[in-house]
């Protein structure tokens, strides 16, 4: 009866797991300035949120778009500035939905005025911002606003000039 039972619990919940969900680890400021000066490859760091619409609706250029250029080795981070409350339930949900593929970090910091200039001296915390960064050309270039697909385009090529 007991292994009929944990069974039956076992099928129950792999039915109910999303099986496109990613694990979203959370970062800590130190991690998120690692990254940015250990990039080895082409990187852009974007940084949103479930609740921002513009954050949302860029984000499928930047996919479509590192994967066009994934030769040239472009790779994209997605940063969540959502509310503790959301990780890691709501923000794996919502990257599910929306089918998200590259990968997410959280920031676990609240304190914008330290991640901030951390990032970029001129961010004021206002999303959609990305960081783009090529550590090989000392390539760095950040925006404070939604990107088109046009200019986002323009921008990784520029990145990836040599």
Do not use: H
Not at 119 to 135: C, H, K, Q, R, T
């Amino acid at each position: 009866m007991n292994k009929l039972f944990l069974t039956a619990l076992l099928i129950f919940a792999f039915a109910f797991t999303d099986a496109n969900a990613q694990a979203i680890p959370k970062w800590k400021l130190d991690d998120l300035k690692t990254a940015i000066s250990k990039a080895e490859k082409p990187t852009i760091f974007n940084f949103w949120a479930t609740f921002c619409k513009p954050c949302v609706a860029e984000i499928p250029y930047f996919q479509q778009l590192t994967k066009k250029y994934e030769r040239e080795g472009v790779q994209l981070v997605l940063i969540s500035l959502d509310l503790s409350e959301a990780y890691p339930k709501q923000i794996a949900s919502f990257a599910s939905k929306y089918k998200f593929t590259s990968p997410i970090k959280f920031l676990d910091e609240t304190n914008a005025d330290l991640f901030c200039p951390a990032v970029d001296e001129s961010w004021s915390g206002a999303i959609p911002a990305s960081l783009f960064v090529n550590n090989k050309t000392g390539y760095r270039k950040f925006f404070e606003e939604q990107l088109s697909k046009q200019k986002l385009e323009k921008e990784i090529q520029a990145m990836i000039k040599k």
